[in-house]
């Protein structure tokens, strides 16, 4: 009988998230994707003073880049990310948070990851656009 090779612990290096979903490319396409949504929507727009949605996709982009195990770009461009404060000067309500899940909904399935995959983001997304709700409505 042949002799298998034990793997030593430790020798394996695990994949992050963010490189197993297939990395840079797929959280632009999701953010991209999402802003598509966003800039149409009456509730969400005006959350953004700024014309071009351009820079807000990019820091959300690269936010979401780390946070999964990615380049670490976004602090080091904007220091640690203090979600809910970054959101304070928004009137964030139950409305807006279900139009939020709404666009992301669409991004999410759009990318085409596995059921693991697209489980584990979406249970992110979900906590997520929950934890920013800081307005009764």
Do not use: C
């Not at 990395?23 to 727009?45: I, K, S």
């Not at 959101?87 to 991004?107: E, I, N, Q, S």
């Not at 759009?110 to 997304?125: D, V």
């Amino acid at each position: 009988m042949e002799r298998v090779n034990e793997i030593r612990r430790g020798t394996l290096q695990e994949q992050t998230f963010y490189e197993q979903v297939g990395g840079e490319e797929t959280f632009r396409r999701l953010v991209h994707r999402f802003y598509q949504g966003v800039a149409e929507d009456p509730l969400l727009r005006p959350m953004y003073p700024e014309e071009d949605l351009g820079p807000a996709e990019d820091r959300f982009a690269l936010f979401l880049m780390q946070y999964w195990g990615g380049p670490t770009t976004y602090s080091e461009n904007r220091g640690h990310p203090r979600l809910r404060m970054r959101h304070a000067p928004f009137a964030v309500d139950r409305a807006a948070h279900d139009a939020w899940l709404k666009h992301m909904r669409v991004a999410v399935e759009e990318l085409g990851l596995s059921e693991e995959h697209e489980h584990t983001l979406w249970n992110y997304l979900t906590y997520a656009a929950a934890s920013m709700i800081n307005t009764a409505g």
